[in-house]
């Protein structure tokens, strides 16, 4: 089973940035469609961006030009830069592929100030 670690959240201002890592064990992440989801309290979780294994992306209309999810398969990490936050972005962060097939991790938290 595949392991996901996430990280590179904390506590930011509005129109800062921040930089998420998701590390993940096992052989298969070369060849998995993945994606970034996000969970803010009392919400469901949401799929924010994806990226195929040979780095075609995809996002969500509200952070379109303000988020940008990439992979580096040599390391098994995928990653999301997220510039120009916003507080509407407070959220726990979560890498799964885009399917959820693995079980997920703990994510990271991101908490922007207004």
């Known amino acids: 089973q595949v392991q996901l670690v996430e990280s590179g959240g904390g506590l930011v201002q509005a129109g800062g940035s921040l930089r998420l890592s998701c590390a993940a064990s096992g052989s298969t992440f070369s060849i998995s469609f993945m994606g970034w989801y996000r969970q803010a309290p009392g919400k469901q979780r949401e799929l924010v961006a994806t990226?195929?294994?040979?780095?075609?992306?995809n996002y969500v209309d509200n952070v379109k030009g303000r988020f940008t999810i990439s992979r580096d398969n040599a390391k098994n990490t995928m990653y999301l830069q997220m510039n120009n936050l916003t507080p509407e972005d407070t959220a726990v962060y979560y890498c799964n592929t885009a399917q959820t097939s693995w079980s997920w991790g703990q994510g990271t938290q991101v908490t922007v100030s207004s």
């Open positions: 990226i195929t294994s040979n780095g075609v992306t």
